[in-house]
């Protein structure tokens, strides 16, 4: 129930393409969805986040598209770049309760040029 | 500004010894989080400091791991009688409050035990 599962594990893409990573939840209870990105030898950083009142939510070249009767979401990475090279993570809360987020297991994200 | 400093970076010990690991989060930041990162693992959550006070201990893995807040600022980690399997890197986050306020994350401090 309080699993957060992140597919896929690893994802190559050309510099230019659309990067996407997956991630799925049972807990309905869940109401905050963020998005991490880190570097290697760094802490995550939040990248963009989502509640299930909206379907989508853009922010530049990132996009997270959200489908509350899947319980599912996803992260969209538009015109990928060598920069975007780096391990996504996805996360929830019940921000309510406890606000200790639960975080997918993370893609490593590699753009080759 | 000062983002969430931990200290030390690498850490390298024996099966055994204790090591304290210790995490400076950002002025003002009221909420504090410890998670651990094994390699090739998502991150696990260990413990949650709200002020001074631990709402939520359910993440220690053992009672060998604990944690305390002073001033409702710096936090220490401290792992008795490291064992080979709590080798992992230990990030520490803090965020403004608990209610889905983003958490920033030091660099946290890589814990080799040999």
């Known amino acids: 129930q309080q699993q957060v599962k992140q597919s896929p594990q690893s994802l190559i893409v050309q510099k230019g393409g659309i990067s996407i990573i997956n991630c799925a939840y049972e807990?309905?209870?869940?109401?905050?969805f963020p998005w991490y990105q880190q570097f290697p030898g760094k802490g995550p950083a939040l990248l963009i986040a989502?509640?299930?009142?909206?379907s989508e939510k853009k922010e530049g070249r990132f996009t997270i598209s959200f489908n509350k009767s899947a319980k599912q979401f996803s992260l969209h990475i538009m015109d990928s770049q060598p920069g975007d090279s780096a391990t996504y993570f996805c996360?929830?809360?019940?921000?309510?309760?406890?606000?200790?987020?639960?975080f997918g297991k993370g893609t490593k994200l590699s753009v080759k040029p | 500004g000062a983002g969430v400093s931990q200290s030390p970076s690498n850490k390298v010990t024996e099966k055994g010894k204790d090591v304290e690991l210790r995490c400076d989060p950002i002025?003002?930041?009221?909420?504090l989080y410890w998670y651990r990162q094994s390699l090739g693992q998502g991150l696990e959550f260990l413990i949650y400091?709200?002020?001074?006070?631990?709402?939520?201990k359910s993440g220690l893995p053992s009672d060998r791991f604990s944690a305390e807040r002073t001033g409702g600022s710096v936090s220490t980690l401290t792992i008795q009688r490291t064992q080979q399997e709590d080798s992992a890197v230990y990030l520490c986050?803090?965020?403004?409050?608990?209610?889905?306020?983003?958490?920033?994350f030091g660099n946290g401090t890589r814990l080799t035990v040999t």
């Open positions: 996360a929830a809360t019940d921000g309510g309760s406890q606000g200790n987020l639960i």
């Open positions: 400091f709200q002020g001074n006070s631990a709402p939520d």
């Open positions: 986050a803090s965020s403004l409050s608990q209610n889905n306020s983003p958490l920033h």
């Open positions: 807990n309905t209870a869940f109401d905050y």
């Open positions: 989502i509640r299930p009142d909206v």
């Open positions: 002025s003002g930041h009221t909420a």
